[in-house]
């Protein structure tokens, strides 16, 4: 009896839904009582479009003079709906919370629910329509200003079929400045669109306050429309600030280029330099160098994967838990292949050379047969998400930042090891002279066992910061290791700094050449460039000197 | 008679290895004619198309292993970018049969209508005749290995410098080569080519007419190698490799001599290349993939450098095994190759030509235990 | 002495060895032969790697049910190595040594271009289980999947309507290959002819194939979206780990499926393995078949893979299946059912009994052949990225498209 | 009489990285002289010569061929070309090559000879010169033995042998007898008169006091890399300079 009566009466909310004025007046009712919520899921259930986005704004309106209690339930509600959590079933809607399913009806708690509860799909223009309705609705229902500041953010992205006047009300009630910053920059295109001249101009402060392209476009398109009612002291102040925000946004995007230049680079070095330095020191290229990248990367995985298995409160910070794991695993392998195979080729480079791209190969196909051929599934903890923005368009993001990071702390590290400590001076001792080094007593052999395990151990960090940035499989080194030989030619024989000044150099010509030209074009360049500079210092960037 | 042999041989004694491995190859060029069509082709010793084929590539690859193994076994410089000659010698011959196949009719390959042509580039016309294709091969593999030769020698790239560089090389080329707009079919190469000579490419005739020309031209090739390397040029390479500073106190032009042999050993790599695209019927980038390049010098560390025969028996022997492994045991044949590569290397060191160093190893290995033991 | 003997083994065992057809075990002339061109190495192991179980598997299940024509299955598996010639290399050793009856094999054009000449020439079969370029049709190829025109073209018209967010401005990055040309060049054409939309609305770039560094590509798309207020939308077609590699740093640069949705002509499940999928719900794909598909067909289809990966212990996973393996699994019936109705095993008759044929795939549709071309009428499925590292079904055509292998707008 | 002048070093100054080796090194040889170079390890003997043939670049300074020719301008194969010859302080042999091949080597010169080279051709003049040098250095009857297995002296006077071969203006020979026996001494002081001639000047670079008092007509002394002085044996050892140098007093 009572279902046929609600499934009536949501048969008449649809279709009046349909005719819109005069529906958003009918939902214009406190929204505390079980029928007019289940009128309200069930529009957003299985009703058309319009209807729910007349029903996002009815809910809005309500929100506004409703009590506490009823804000916090709507602001719950439209955001579980944004965040695809309803469960529709067919009387009222589920919503997952913690092994349990909450009933956003009555606010009861079950264990389970009825098999035909099903996800109701959003597709992109819903989505986009209910955003800023969200968060209007959580602008008006938060009390912590964090919580509206969020909202206003969200808001700025697009104020969609929010009215402005609403907002503009919100706004005039703000306390806090931060939130009514992000709700200046809300109201922007209103203001813009206003014929008054006192809400232009603070339009126009606010845009010239930031510096984006959207702002950027926003001035242009204010400046563009002939329209008489834009007074002159408007006009001006536009143009003065279109300019300074051209300007800096122009400004941030050659930082921008930097930037990437800076991080590509910083890759560069963290795969070259372990390279550099065995190469320095025995004149050995080391072609696995690119596996042990990845083996770095794979150890990684297992202690993310131990962590979570033991200690999942510490997952958040397993990329540093990891290191040294990192660092050990490749150095390990290293220390092995040279006992096993390189000592054994000392004055045949060139042997040396095949014999690790055999050993690249066989660790390769080890992997792939042990862990298998998939991309691993790196878990990304909250700090390393999305970024920052530095000023204008220049906007920094954490993964990057960390690749450079560990960039840094590695070169430090290195040339701490190379220059402060006693294997430093016995490795820098063998590279000069090893006969020499013999002769006063530095056991040569074990220098360069522990000097290629050292060097294996910088790429196996390497695999480490890559694995936040690339994806993390089998075969990821193999494109890493030409530009790394490259480096460690233009760099100069074991440098440490001329590998890094190299890496740098290469990533940003990289970082400039790519977006006009395209990827392969600056390899080539690069590599012309590499060529021609061989040609005037056939021993790299910092020559290692001395008497034949 | 006795005469003729010296002259094959070159210098002043007889090489039997040599001799063997030279007479292996006149055996497969009489061979494959015979074996491979009339009477006997279906007689249990019989070889099919597909045996024909193997046996022709794996002679393609034999010519390049020793064109590889000049520049390294004699001049001793380490190339790991010797695809890219092979690769010119092979799209080259690629653009050859593909205007074959479009003689006297309209329109262009589908990878030439992708970048919006209606008609073959300037630079297509006249590889519809074969003498000039091959002119073409021979001087741009010339023109592109005098260069990067030139630049490099000039400038004393040396060791495992040289060895990056010329890997470097061919790697940025099959970049290039796997654009699109570079106009040779990008990632996938220029491939349905129709016939040569007349023939068409699958037919048997003409598998056995190409795997017996390879056979013949490397045959011709080592014979030629082989005077020229025991000749006074032989010795004069000898030198560059174990002192040129001396050489060149002694007035010599190294620079000269090492471009020229440079130079030389690309174009054979070039003809090898120019063999074995019609055998496979595609020309692709990856006979550019830097993984190609190392796999030649593997074959020739393998074999053994510095014999000529030693590349090839390297070149056939991976190669004969590669074929039958990744059909029977795909999983196996990585491994296998790795530790072929790690036995060459470490223990034979000079590859299967000279096994002499196993013996001396063991021995060493020996006496080591014991003094452990002693201690 | 010693020396040369050894010389001499090498060079007989070489000849030997060249000549594996006299190793061949004599029993496998009873069984019927089917061969995987799949590579389980190199760059394309991680996708094509499964196809090669998926093919065993459908020939088990035809075992199981008394074989074909009376005969059991062999499959017989390869190993290209994602290395392009050796695709043709290995097709024409299993056509002429192994005598297959059929081939089942290839993911890139570049993989097929090589092997169309070897099938030509051996006149054999190759089923092809990827959705492609099109502008191809050889009797000895039968396409399993769509060509562009009767599965891009669809989703685009999506995105540009009313339900898909009116999509104006089209950011086309692609691996710098023949099927991402393709597909734009066509794109292009459909654009301007169909809704008249002008050249700078649209940009394209190309990456090398296994480009790794999006970096300063995504800062493009975001300045790209940045110019204008009509919507912009990606037309993404890299390939293999570009694609993971792609939305990684789409998620690092903060972009959402709000602001600027990718459309994933190539991406499949497998692609999101190892990506935090929060961030990137709502970017769209375009399939023949999406795991999520309705029907008994799927389910079974489901649970058979999960139970065979138990089984055998494949490195892969379970509980994700992707369109190509579909195709690979039907491509087998389709076979068997042609055969069957050929009465024989020899390619001519095998083809003539080709239109008509056809099979209730997982994907829930009843795909068939028909005289026209070697083409399957496929239907046409559209989804969009949800939580867990799946796609909901957006939309599916309501029966099996009709394939236009040459499209007219190019 | 005085003979013109050969070689003249001029002001030359090589710095390895803040290590001076020569520093400001003037010195003058005259054709047919014996010119000695001595001095302590270190004082840039064998630098200098480096710098001659072209081994090493000079900082800043002169050396002038016959008065007139900058050798500095020249490549090393140039510099052998117009006349230089050096024989390196380590015998640098081709090991693997007989020793008739070793002197072939000395005899056969580019241009004229790569295109010879590849037509295969043995060239009978040339033939002729390289057994009348291996009379010259009298190893003729170890013409076909591999120049590996021969004894140290015997490499030296090889080494010799290639770089006479070409019949050079200026020969540079770096510790000819070191670690020779007394006969081998006598053996290569005879080879040196017998080299001797109006149009060569010899320099020789050698550690041995009494085989340099013997052989040579002229002597520098050379010291951290500066000339200390010059002159007959006599006056040279009479200088208190040097022997200040020498004895360390």
Redesign the interface.
């Known amino acids: 009896m009572h279902r046929q009566y609600l499934d009536m009466l949501s048969a008449i909310v649809i279709a009046c839904s349909l005719m819109f004025v005069t529906v958003s007046n009918a939902l214009a009712q406190p929204i505390l009582e079980p029928w007019d919520r289940f009128e309200i899921v069930k529009v957003w259930c299985s009703g058309e479009r319009e209807a729910r986005i007349i029903s996002f704004q009815s809910l809005l309106e309500d929100v506004v003079d409703a009590d506490a209690p009823a804000q916090q339930w709507a602001a719950n509600l439209i955001g579980e709906y944004r965040d695809g959590n309803f469960r529709c079933a067919r009387d009222t809607v589920y919503i997952p919370n913690d092994e349990q399913f909450l009933d956003v009806i009555t606010g009861d708690r079950f264990k389970a629910i009825p098999d035909d509860a099903e996800k109701p799909f959003l597709n992109i223009p819903l989505r986009r329509a209910l955003a800023p309705f969200a968060s209007a609705v959580q602008l008006v229902a938060a009390e912590a200003p964090e919580e509206r500041l969020l909202a206003a953010q969200g808001l700025a992205r697009t104020l969609g079929d929010v009215s402005p006047a609403l907002i503009e009300s919100i706004y005039r009630q703000e306390k806090d400045m931060q939130v009514a910053a992000a709700l200046e920059d809300v109201l922007v295109p209103a203001w813009l669109k206003s014929g008054d001249t006192d809400a232009q101009l603070k339009a126009i402060s606010t845009l010239a306050s930031n510096y984006t392209r959207t702002s950027r476009a926003a001035l242009d398109k204010f400046l563009d429309q002939k329209t008489e009612n834009v007074s002159e002291a408007v006009r001006t102040a536009a143009e003065s600030a279109r300019s300074s925000v051209h300007w800096v946004v122009q400004l941030s995007e050659v930082m921008t280029v930097a930037y990437h230049g800076l991080s590509y680079g910083s890759v560069l070095f963290l795969a070259a330099l372990g390279l550099a330095i065995i190469?320095g020191l025995m004149?050995?290229?080391n072609l696995a160098q690119a596996e042990f990248v990845m083996l770095g990367a794979y150890a990684t995985w297992f202690v993310q994967e131990a962590l979570r298995a033991l200690a999942p409160g510490l997952l958040e910070y397993y990329l540093f838990i990891a290191i040294p794991f990192a660092f050990l695993v490749p150095a390990l392998v290293g220390a092995f292949m040279e006992w096993s195979?390189v000592r054994?080729?000392y004055s045949?480079?060139?042997?040396t050379?095949?014999?690790t791209?055999?050993?690249s190969?066989?660790l390769?196909?080890l992997v792939r047969?042990t862990v298998g051929t998939q991309n691993l599934s790196f878990f990304t903890p909250e700090y390393l998400k999305s970024g920052f923005t530095v000023f204008g368009e220049f906007s920094i993001t954490w993964s990057r930042l960390l690749s450079i990071f560990f960039a840094g702390i590695t070169l430090i590290g290195t040339l701490f090891v190379i220059y402060r400590t006693r294997f430093g001076l016995r490795m820098r001792a063998t590279t000069q002279h090893r006969q020499m080094a013999g002769c006063v007593g530095v056991s040569t052999r074990r220098t360069d066992a522990m000097a290629f395990a050292f060097g294996s151990g910088l790429a196996g960090i390497a695999g480490l910061a890559l694995s936040t940035i690339y994806n993390v499989n089998p075969t990821m080194g193999t494109s890493l290791i030409?530009d790394s030989?490259?480096v460690?030619?233009v760099g100069g024989v074991g440098s440490v700094l001329g590998t890094a000044l190299a890496a740098l150099g290469i990533g940003q010509l990289n970082a400039i050449i790519e977006p006009q030209y395209g990827a392969?074009a600056s390899?080539?360049l690069v590599?012309l460039a590499?060529?021609l500079f061989?040609?005037q210092k056939?021993n790299g960037l910092f020559p290692r000197k001395g008497r034949r | 008679m006795r005469q003729f042999i010296l002259w094959i041989c070159g210098g002043s004694k007889i090489d039997?290895?040599y001799l063997?491995?030279l007479g292996?190859i006149a055996l497969?060029t009489i061979g494959l004619p015979l074996l491979g069509l009339g009477s006997l082709a279906s007689s249990p010793l019989g070889?099919?198309?597909?045996?024909v084929?193997?046996?022709g590539q794996?002679m393609a690859f034999a010519l390049l292993a020793m064109a590889h193994d000049l520049v390294?076994g004699y001049a001793g410089y380490?190339s790991?970018g010797h695809g890219l000659f092979f690769a010119v010698g092979g799209y080259l011959i690629g653009m050859h049969m593909i205007k074959l196949s479009y003689v006297g009719e309209t329109g262009v390959p589908?990878?030439l209508d992708?970048m919006g042509l209606t008609e073959f580039p300037a630079y297509w016309s006249g590889f519809e005749y074969f003498g000039y294709a091959f002119l073409a091969v021979i001087v741009l593999s010339a023109l592109v290995s005098f260069l990067i030769g030139f630049?490099a020698f000039?400038?004393?790239?040396v060791?495992?410098?040289f060895?990056?560089?010329s890997?470097?090389?061919v790697?940025?080329v099959m970049?290039?080569m796997?654009?699109?707009d570079t106009g040779f079919?990008?990632?996938?190469?220029i491939?349905?080519?129709q016939t040569l000579f007349g023939f068409?490419?699958?037919s048997i005739e003409f598998r056995v007419a190409i795997a017996t020309i390879s056979a013949l031209i490397l045959m011709i090739a080592l014979i030629g190698l082989r005077?020229?390397t025991t000749?006074?040029?032989g010795?004069?390479l000898?030198?560059i490799r174990?002192?040129e500073?001396?050489?060149?106190?002694?007035?010599?032009?190294?620079l000269?001599?090492k471009t020229?042999i440079w130079c030389l050993s690309a174009m054979l790599a070039a003809i090898a290349g120019l063999l074995y695209v019609p055998q496979?019927?595609?020309a692709?980038p990856?006979?550019l993939?830097?993984i190609f390049s190392?796999e030649i010098?593997?074959w020739v560390?393998i074999g053994g450098r510095g014999y000529l025969y030693g590349a090839i028996?390297g070149a056939?022997?991976v190669n004969?095994?590669k074929?039958?492994l990744?059909?029977?045991m795909?999983?196996l044949?990585?491994?296998i190759?790795?530790g072929s590569?790690?036995f060459v290397?470490?223990v034979l060191?000079n590859g299967?030509m000279d096994?002499g160093p196993l013996f001396t190893r063991a021995k060493f290995l020996m006496s080591w235990r014991a003094k452990k033991e002693k201690v | 002495m010693k020396?040369?003997s050894?010389?001499?083994g090498?060079?007989v065992?070489?000849?030997a060895?060249?000549?594996?057809?006299i190793i061949l075990p004599a029993w496998s002339q009873e069984k019927v032969k089917l061969g995987c061109l799949f590579s389980?190495?190199g760059s394309m192991a991680n996708v094509e790697g499964r196809l090669n179980y998926v093919v065993r598997m459908a020939a088990e299940e035809l075992n199981r049910s008394g074989g074909v024509l009376g005969r059991q299955i062999e499959v017989v598996?390869?190993?290209?190595?994602s290395?392009?010639?050796?695709y043709?290399?290995?097709a024409?050793?299993l056509l002429?040594?192994e005598k297959v009856a059929a081939m089942f094999g290839c993911w890139?054009?570049?993989s097929r271009?090589?092997v169309?000449?070897?099938v030509?020439?051996?006149d054999g079969l190759l089923y092809y289980p990827l959705h492609f370029e099109g502008?191809e049709n050889s009797k000895n190829i039968v396409y399993m999947n769509s060509p562009p025109a009767s599965s891009v073209l669809p989703a685009l018209e999506y995105l540009m309507g009313d339900n898909g967010g009116k999509a104006r401005r089209f950011f086309m990055l692609g691996?710098?290959?023949?099927w991402p040309?393709?597909i734009n060049?066509q794109l292009k054409g459909y654009l301007q002819e169909k809704w008249d939309i002008k050249p700078d609305a649209w940009q394209e770039e190309?990456v090398?194939?296994g480009h790794s560094d999006f970096q300063s590509l995504v800062n493009q798309i975001k300045s790209f979206a940045d110019e204008s207020g009509e919507q912009p939308i990606v037309v993404l077609t890299v390939v293999g780990n570009s694609i993971p590699n792609f939305f990684q740093e789409y998620i690092n640069q903060g972009i959402t499926a709000l602001d600027v949705p990718v459309l994933g002509l190539d991406v499949v499940e497998a692609d999101l393995e190892g990506l935090d999928t929060e961030s990137l719900v709502g970017h769209l794909n375009c399939w023949a078949y999406l795991q999520n598909a309705p029907g008994e067909a799927n389910q079974r289809f489901l649970n058979a893979w999960s139970e065979y990966v138990k089984a055998n212990n494949v490195p892969f996973r379970g509980d994700v299946a992707i369109d190509p393996m579909v195709s690979a699994y039907s491509s087998v019936y389709m076979w068997a059912q042609a055969a069957e109705k050929a009465g024989s095993f020899d390619v001519p008759e095998v083809r003539k009994a080709f239109p008509g044929t056809n099979f209730d795939c997982p994907s829930g549709y009843n795909i068939k052949l028909t005289a026209e071309n070697n083409y399957v009428h496929r239907g046409v499925f559209i989804g969009s990225v949800n939580q867990n590292q799946g796609f909901d079904i957006v939309w599916q055509s309501p029966e099996t498209t009709t394939p236009v292998p040459y499209s007219s707008y190019i | 009489m005085r003979h013109p002048t050969a070689i003249s070093v001029d002001a030359l100054t090589v710095d390895f990285s803040g290590f001076r080796a020569l520093d400001n090194l003037t010195l003058l040889a005259q054709y047919g002289e014996i010119h000695g170079v001595i001095g302590p390890n270190g004082a840039g003997k064998t630098t200098m010569m480096d710098v001659i043939?072209?081994?090493t670049q000079p900082t800043s300074g002169k050396v002038l061929l016959d008065r007139e020719i900058d050798v500095l301008r020249m490549?090393?194969?140039e510099r052998?070309?117009a006349g230089i010859?050096?024989k390196?302080q380590r015998p640098?042999v081709?090991?693997?090559?007989t020793v008739r091949?070793n002197i072939?080597?000395?005899v056969?010169?580019?241009?004229d000879?790569?295109i010879?080279?590849?037509a295969?051709g043995?060239v009978e003049e040339k033939s002729d010169r390289v057994e009348s040098v291996l009379k010259t250095i009298s190893l003729d009857h170890l013409g076909d033995v591999m120049a590996g297995t021969l004894a140290h002296g015997q490499k030296q006077w090889l080494e010799i042998g290639?770089?006479l071969a070409?019949d050079p203006k200026l020969l540079m020979l770096d510790e000819p007898v070191a670690g020779m026996s007394d006969a081998e001494r006598d053996a290569t002081a005879d080879l040196l008169e017998r080299l001797r001639s109006p149009a060569r000047c010899i320099l020789l670079v050698e550690h041995d006091m009494q085989f340099v008092g013997r052989v040579s007509d002229q002597v520098s002394v050379l010291h951290e890399g500066r000339l200390l002085c010059a002159g007959s044996m006599d006056r040279v050892t009479s200088d208190p300079e040097v022997i200040r140098v020498y004895l360390g007093r």
């Open positions: 190469f004149g050995v290229i195979i054994h080729l045949r480079p060139l042997l050379l095949l014999a791209w055999a050993v190969l066989l390769i196909n047969v030409i030989f490259i460690v030619v392969v390899k080539v590599l590499v060529i061989i040609q056939p | 039997r290895r063997v491995v292996l497969v070889l099919d198309g597909f045996q084929n193997m046996v794996v390294w380490l790991l589908t990878f992708y630049l000039r400038s004393r790239v060791g495992v410098y060895s990056i560089l890997q470097a090389f790697y940025v970049l290039v796997s654009r699109n079919g990008g990632n996938n190469g491939a349905d080519f068409s490419l699958g005077r020229l000749g006074p040029l010795k004069l000898v030198g174990d002192d500073d001396r050489l060149q106190v002694l007035g010599y032009e190294t000269w001599v020229g496979i019927q595609v692709s990856q006979l993939s830097p190392i010098a593997v560390a028996i056939i022997l004969v095994v074929f039958w990744t059909r029977f795909p999983e044949w990585p491994f190759l790795t590569v790690l290397v470490v060191r299967l096994p | 020396r040369r050894f010389i001499k090498v060079g065992a070489g000849l060895m060249s000549a594996p057809g389980s190495s598996s390869t190993d290209p190595a290395d392009w010639p050796l043709g290399q290995q024409r050793q002429e040594e890139t054009s570049a271009k090589a169309l000449p070897v030509e020439q051996n502008e691996s710098d290959y023949v040309r393709t060049a190309y090398p194939v | 043939t072209g081994i490549t090393l194969p052998a070309q010859g050096r390196f640098s081709f090991e693997q090559l091949e072939a080597l000395g056969r010169l580019y241009p000879s790569l010879r080279e590849l295969f043995e290639m770089v070409r």
